[in-house]
Each structure stands twice: as structure tokens, then as C-alpha cells.
């Protein structure tokens, strides 16, 4: 360690290092990040406004919404910086501080949509019981108990990483401070840190994973024992928008966390989907594929325009 220099800083290289490329990467995340911000204060605007949607579906789902905001914040500011900045650079205690938040918002996300599935279970095999069962104080608990092991997974990755030395090469070949990208430029042994965001990443994905899969098969078989075609209807549409955002969420991110870093720009492209392109899909998603969302949407809009004429003829 005498020989070797310890520095404060890293250089997140992102997707391109052509200038006009990354003007144009500028544009199409600027985008991505306001349509994500816009989208999503929308979905948790309806929600808290409108009387039909206070249900513990949109509750969840107004969770889910802030978090999306969160978890794209976390990220793609700096990377925005970064496109307009000659010095590409993240102070070493800024970069664990960025892979914290990242992990909180990812873990967190992986429990929400598993109480979002069991909130789906209650809803369809349970319909005569699902108020009592999903009471309030109990969405409040899972909502709490998600932030908490989101929380706790975090902290623990982080934590460690504290005991590492980053010295000789402080380049980073992506475009934000994941932990598997810090690993390889630490110059001492982070075995323990790789096989610790290995362990508990698996576990908490594979737990939040099974509970998902484990609702849903009870669901489809419920949904299947409906003999109206408007109920199946129903049913599969607003499961299939919840399905849907599980597998662009656990399709990617169980991926990057489990397999070992190697640098290549697979891996930015599997980052940029499950942290930046799925905030801005979520509210996509579950509002062009429910109708409830929509017409509460369309409620809104109305109110807004007479309260527009009202002010314009007074």
C-alpha cells in the first residue's frame, strides 16, 4: 500500500466518448428523465385527488410511483452533468453514496411489487374478504416493511464497502457508481463484498420473486374458475400491467447483480433498463392498461378546464 496512491475520485466514462454522441445522449435522457418525473407525479396526483382510487391498489401504486421518481433521480442527474462537463468525475464518498441510494431504491421496488401482488391475490381469490384483510394500517406496515428491507440490504453492502482501498485506476466503465463496477478498481481483496451483494441481492430477489410467482399462480387459477368474460377480462388486464413491470424489473437486475462485472456496454444497457427506462414505463403501463386510471385521468382534465373557464370568465 506504500507504493500505491489512494485517490478521492472516480471518472464515470458513461455510454460514448464522442462529443456529438453524447449530445444527443444529453437530449434523449433529458427527455427520459422529465417524461419519468411528469409521469409520475401525474399517477400519484390522481391518486391522492380522486375519491375512486383510494383503495390499497393505488396505494401501493402511489408508492410505487414516488420510489420511481427516487430511483431514476439517483442516477441520471449526475449522468446528465456528466455529458456537459469536460471532467467526468464523482468524489469517492459521493459515488458510495449514489450506490447506497441505488440499492435502497432497487431492494425497496423488489418488496413493493411483492406486496402489490399479494394486494392482487387478496383482491381476486379473496374478493368478499379483501377489505378486511388489505385494512389500511396493514398497507401502511408493508409499505414501511419494504422501505425497511430495502433499508437494511443497502446499508449492509454499504457498510462494507467502507473497508476497501480504491487506488491505481479510478476509471469507472459505466455511467453510475454500481457496486459491481466499484469492486474491480479496489486494491484490496473484495471477495467478501462480491459474494455479500451476490448473497443477499439472490436472496432478496429470489424471496420477493417466489411470493410474486407464488400469488399469481393462485391467481390465474382463480381467474380461470370465472365464468364471465368481462371478470376474466378485468382481472387478466390489471394483473397482466403488474406482471409486465415485474419482469422489465427482475429480468435485468437480478442479471447485473448476480454475474460478475466485465465492463462491456451490455452491461450500461441492462442498467439503463431496469433503473431509468422501467420509472418511465411504470406509469405507462398501468395507466393506458387501466381503465380506472384513465377515467380518473379524463376526471381531472375536465375539472382543470372548468376551472379554467370559471377563472377566465370571471
Not at 500500500?1 to 458513461?14: D, R
Not at 435522457?29 to 409520475?40: A, C, D
Not at 377489505?131 to 419494504?146: E, F, G, Q
Not at 439503463?272 to 427506462?277: D, G, L, N, R
Request: charged share 10%; proline share 3%; glycine share 6%.
Amino acid at each position: 500500500m506504500n507504493n500505491l496512491t489512494v485517490f478521492t475520485e472516480f471518472i464515470l466514462l458513461g455510454l460514448s466518448a464522442d462529443p456529438h454522441v453524447q449530445a444527443l445522449l444529453f437530449v434523449l435522457f433529458l427527455v427520459i428523465y422529465l417524461l419519468t418525473l411528469m409521469g409520475n407525479m401525474v399517477m400519484i396526483l390522481v391518486i391522492k385527488t380522486d375519491s375512486c382510487l383510494q383503495t390499497p391498489m393505488y396505494f401501493f401504486l402511489g408508492h410505487l410511483s414516488f420510489l420511481d421518481i427516487c430511483y431514476s433521480s439517483v442516477t441520471v442527474p449526475k449522468m446528465l452533468q456528466n455529458y456537459l462537463s469536460q471532467k467526468k468525475s464523482i468524489s469517492v464518498w459521493g459515488c458510495i453514496t449514489q450506490s447506497f441510494f441505488h440499492n435502497l431504491s432497487g431492494g425497496t421496488e423488489a418488496c413493493l411489487l411483492s406486496a402489490m401482488a399479494y394486494d392482487r391475490y387478496a383482491a381476486i381469490c379473496h374478493p368478499l374478504l379483501y377489505t378486511v384483510v388489505m385494512s389500511r394500517p396493514l398497507c401502511i406496515v408493508m409499505v414501511s416493511a419494504a422501505w425497511m428491507i430495502g433499508l437494511l440490504n443497502s446499508l449492509l453492502n454499504s457498510l462494507f464497502i467502507y473497508k476497501l482501498y480504491f487506488c491505481g485506476s479510478n476509471i469507472i466503465f459505466h455511467f453510475s457508481c454500481e457496486l459491481p463496477s466499484l469492486f474491480p478498481l479496489s486494491c484490496t481483496d473484495s471477495t467478501a463484498n462480491k459474494f455479500l451483494l451476490s448473497g443477499s441481492s439472490t436472496f432478496l430477489g429470489l424471496l420477493t420473486l417466489s411470493l410474486i410467482l407464488f400469488s399469481y399462480s393462485k391467481i390465474i387459477f382463480a381467474i380461470l374458475s370465472i365464468h364471465s368474460p368481462g371478470g376474466q377480462g378485468k382481472a387478466f388486464s390489471t394483473c397482466s400491467s403488474h406482471l409486465t413491470v415485474v419482469l422489465l424489473l427482475y429480468g435485468t437486475a437480478l442479471f447485473r447483480y448476480i454475474s460478475p462485472s466485465s465492463g462491456l456496454v451490455l452491461e450500461q444497457v441492462i442498467s439503463i433498463q431496469y433503473s431509468v427506462i422501467t420509472s418511465l414505463l411504470n406509469p405507462l403501463i398501468y395507466s393506458l392498461k387501466n381503465q380506472e386510471v384513465k377515467a380518473a385521468l379524463q376526471r381531472m382534465l375536465k375539472q382543470q378546464m372548468c376551472s379554467s373557464q370559471q377563472g377566465v370568465s370571471a
